[in-house]
T-cell receptor
Framework: QKEVEQNSGPLSVPEGAIASLNCTYSDRGSQSFFWYRQYSGKSPELIMSIYSNGDKEDGRFTAQLNKASQYVSLLIRDSQPSDSATYLCAVNAKGNSGYALNFGKGTSLLVTP | EAGVAQSPRYKIIEKRQSVAFWCNPISGHATLYWYQQILGQGPKLLIQFQNNGVVDDSQLPKDRFSAERLKGVDSTLKIQPAKLEDSAVYLC?????????????FGPGTRLTVL
């Protein structure tokens, strides 16, 4: 069973602070990693993808990957109330029939003004 | 660029009835996915198509769920007969590439309630 684990939260941070969201995965063969943002009642929206160890920055978002530790994180700098949502970690790995995304249950983020 | 389209957006049915969902992927995207998302959970893959061929349907409950993608574009997911536990949001996603670089883009979803 390929597991993707996330703390369900809620993670509460004040406006302007850095929010740190973490994800661990069990399949060492995983090769690509994605972060999705999901507002209540809406569908997931892709915000970051990362394929290599290290950091990848896009605007206020930084994804960090450590394959040895089987750990991927998302940092949101200068958090805004509009960032309040559930953040889903998705891990891609090759199975018997092809590549499939396994999603965590998501971490709920609340940014307070 | 138009996103993934899905219909209907909402559906309420009685248990043992049948229901069908439709998806139109982003133009040019060869790979199409159907996911089921139960409240409080992450999306769970039901079936994956590459063009009009099934790549992975290992988590599709084949006794009641079926899906097809004729002509490699639109897709339909059907449930017959529905059970109470099928109440969920059914998400369709598409990607331009297959393999590890398969960034997936989701449609708005269909919220199914089975009474």
């Amino acid at each position: 069973q390929k597991e993707v684990e996330q703390n369900s939260g809620p993670l509460s941070v004040p406006e302007g602070a850095i929010a740190s969201l973490n994800c661990t995965y069990s399949d060492r063969g995983s090769q690509s990693f994605f972060w999705y943002r999901q507002y209540s009642g809406k569908s997931p929206e892709l915000i970051m993808s990362i394929y290599s160890n290290g950091d990848k920055e896009d605007g206020r978002f930084t994804a960090q990957l450590n394959k040895a530790s089987q750990y991927v994180s998302l940092l949101i700098r200068d958090s805004q109330p509009s960032d309040s949502a559930t953040y889903l970690c998705a891990v891609n790995a090759k199975g018997n029939s092809g590549y499939a995304l396994n999603f965590g249950k998501g971490t709920s983020l609340l940014v307070t003004p | 660029e138009a996103g993934v389209a899905q219909s209907p957006r909402y559906k309420i049915i009685e248990k043992r009835q049948s229901v069908a969902f439709w998806c139109n992927p982003i133009s040019g995207h060869a790979t199409l996915y159907w996911y089921q998302q139960i409240l409080g959970q992450g999306p769970k893959l039901l079936i994956q198509f590459q063009n009009n061929g099934v790549v992975d349907d290992s988590q599709l409950p084949k006794d009641r769920f079926s899906a097809e993608r004729l002509k490699g574009v639109d897709s339909t997911l059907k449930i017959q007969p529905a059970k109470l536990e099928d109440s969920a949001v059914y998400l369709c996603a598409s990607s331009a590439r297959w393999g590890i670089y398969n960034e997936q883009f989701f449609g708005p979803g269909t919220r199914l309630t089975v009474l």
